[in-house]
């Protein structure tokens, strides 16, 4: 499958705020498949549509590579989750898509010490303010109801989506106000690497703007 264009920082998509779905149309599921092989091409644990240029409030994530890991930094973050699929616990089913998200509760402010964004490539490691633990309510892409209560990096994770949702990024909540220019300074210098050009060479991804889609 085609991956999708990832915008990067500073573009002004990455800034507005994303309006709500409406339209439960059948390309909202072969939209969200498109993003689920952006995220999986791109190594990341999440991406939230505004990120390809869709200003809808669609995330999709990804974490069960943490659980998998050998990283003891990785493994520390796996924490604990209980998903409902329509008012029944089930084993939550990566990936996965949600749309209108909300966090309806948040609890206990931490640092978490390695975020980072495919909108803000070659920058990652820093430090940000983030809650340990949420609760989530959303729709699967066919209109179920799901809530998530989690802490660990599924918390971080859906955190750090949502905020996409609002025209936040990670670094309007790093702890340094230093490493603001650390990061911006990082990024510029993997954009213009011979690494990230092949990455893109390889992926040859499609502008989702330039996709029909029913649901917008
Ligand atoms: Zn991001």
């Known amino acids: 499958m085609s991956t999708l264009k990832v915008l990067t920082y500073p573009h002004v998509l990455l800034k507005k705020k994303a309006t709500p779905i409406e339209k439960f149309t059948p390309d909202l599921k072969t939209f969200s498949e498109k993003m689920f092989a ?14 390809v240029g ?18 003891d930094d990785a493994k520390a973050w796996i924490g604990t989750t209980r998903f409902t699929l329509n008012g029944t616990e089930t084993p939550i089913p990566y990936p996965l898509a949600l749309i ?4 309806s509760h948040s609890e206990e402010e931490i640092i978490f010490p390695f975020d980072g964004c495919l909108s803000l490539p070659g920058g990652s490691g820093y430090r940000t303010r983030r809650f340990r633990k949420i ?23 859906l955190q750090h989506e949502m905020d996409h949702l609002e025209g936040i990024l990670f670094v309007d909540r790093l702890i340094d106000g230093q490493d603001r220019e650390n ?10 690497s011979s690494e990230f050009r092949k990455k893109l060479k390889k992926l040859k991804p499609v502008d989702a703007r330039s996709i029909p889609l029913e649901f917008i």
Do not use: H
């Open 54 to 71: 869709i200003s809808k409030r669609l995330i999709v994530v990804d974490v069960s590579g943490y659980a998998e890991s050998d990283n």
């Open 135 to 157: 609760v989530l309510s959303a729709c699967t892409v066919d209109g179920q109801n799901v809530t998530i209560e989690t802490d660990g990096i599924l918390s971080i994770c």
């Open 100 to 103: 209108n998200p909300e966090i």
């Open 38 to 51: 952006t995220m999986a091409a791109s190594e990341g644990i999440g991406l939230a549509a505004p990120q």
């Open 183 to 192: 990061v911006l300074s990082e990024v510029t210098e993997y954009e213009q």
